[in-house]
């Protein structure tokens, strides 16, 4: 039995998503020549270490198993892409669209569909095409990345609310709820402002 969920597949997520990474941030460098700023302020990178995706496929109740890690699961590797302006969210979308190998299996809009509890960020899961053989036996193989993009404002929000979320002893727990989501309502209007501004901005350079 080997040590990890990920089997002999374990050394390949780290390769894959270096790969991923510099395909994409060449691509935000290259729009960043052609536009004369970057598409996103932060990008956050990881592999999900063994041990959490084994405790996730137990509250999932599914089998501990490397084909659960890999293919029933869809976040093995995982990228938080952190924006200034919703904007630059989109856009970055439409980047990772286009990187070569990769395919879109999977994306929900949650800026514009808010969750009820005022969580807004947008959530994609790719299918990356690698030269490594995955665990059905495929070459090239095919491996999911799970890509969440939001603002600089929503990423701060979602990373109290996961704060609070796991403090199971709160008292007042339908006033926080409230709070939280009318927080999130507020930094959302923020957001559109600060766009709104951004796009006055350009408009009035592009008139010089």
């Known amino acids: 039995m080997t040590s990890s969920i990920?089997?002999?597949?374990?050394?390949?997520?780290?390769?894959?998503?270096?790969?991923?990474?510099e395909q994409i941030q060449t691509a935000n460098a290259t729009a960043k020549e052609e536009r004369g700023t970057k598409l996103f302020e932060h990008f956050i990178a990881r592999v999900k270490t063994p041990e959490s995706m084994?405790?996730?496929?137990?509250?999932?109740?599914?089998?501990?198993?490397?084909?659960?890690?890999?293919?029933?699961?869809?976040?093995?590797?995982?990228?938080?892409?952190?924006?200034?302006?919703?904007?630059?969210?989109?856009k970055t979308v439409e980047l990772i669209k286009g990187l070569e190998g990769v395919r879109v299996a999977t994306e929900k809009d949650y800026i514009?569909?808010?969750?009820?509890?005022?969580?807004?960020?947008?959530?994609?899961v790719l299918e990356v095409e690698t030269p490594f053989k995955d665990c059905l036996g495929q070459l090239p193989?095919?491996?999911?990345?799970?890509?969440?993009?939001?603002?600089?404002?929503?990423?701060?929000?979602?990373?109290?609310?996961?704060?609070?979320?796991?403090?199971?002893?709160?008292?007042?727990?339908?006033?926080?709820?409230k709070e939280l989501k009318r927080c999130a309502d507020e930094l959302a209007s923020c957001d559109l402002s600060m766009q709104t501004i951004r796009n006055l901005i350009q408009e009035s350079d592009h008139r010089k």
């Open 6 to 21: 990920y089997g002999e597949y374990a050394d390949y997520l780290q390769e894959i998503l270096e790969n991923l990474t």
């Open 54 to 90: 084994a405790e996730k496929c137990r509250r999932k109740q599914v089998p501990e198993t490397t084909y659960s890690a890999l293919k029933s699961m869809h976040d093995s590797i995982g990228i938080r892409i952190i924006t200034g302006f919703v904007d630059d969210i989109y």
């Open 112 to 124: 514009y569909n808010a969750k009820p509890n005022g969580y807004r960020s947008y959530h994609m």
């Open 141 to 177: 193989g095919t491996y999911f990345v799970e890509v969440q993009l939001r603002t600089i404002a929503m990423d701060s929000w979602a990373s109290l609310e996961h704060q609070i979320k796991y403090k199971h002893t709160i008292k007042n727990q339908e006033r926080i709820t």
